[in-house]
């Protein structure tokens, strides 16, 4: 059965796509803990746990998260991006980018944010934008 995050990642349930290729997709987390947080996922690889993926799809979600991780930091006014990778949440393999002004950002036991649509449409369009110039 496929994970929220694949119906996501094909276009069956809605999302704020940041970057996308043939094997990896980025988007906004609908309850951010900061405006850009953006989950990386593996298309086609429905892994629980992140060091049960094969290596390839390992090393290439890791390079393209970077890469995703380079355009929110253009594009969202941050001292750093944090990465967090717990998969508690839902049983596919992602990786947290949140943009950080300080450690203190990144507590997943903080209130969430709720961001109108239209605020989270820019976000997503900003980091695309800064996507395609990499």
Known sequence: MATIFTKIASGEIPSWKVAESEDF???LDIAPLAEGHTLV????VEKDYI???DEKTYRGLTD???KVALALKAAVPCKRIGVAVLGMEVP???IHLVPLQS????DFRKAKLQLPPER???IAES???EYEKL
Do not use: G
């Not at 996922?41 to 086609?44: G, L, V």
């Open 25 to 27: 997709y980025a988007f």
């Open 41 to 44: 996922i593996p298309r086609k």
């Open 51 to 53: 060091f049960d993926l």
């Open 64 to 66: 393209f998260a970077r």
């Open 92 to 94: 596919h393999t992602h």
């Open 103 to 106: 450690e203190a950002d990144l």
């Open 120 to 122: 989270m449409k820019e």
């Open 127 to 129: 980091i695309a934008k």
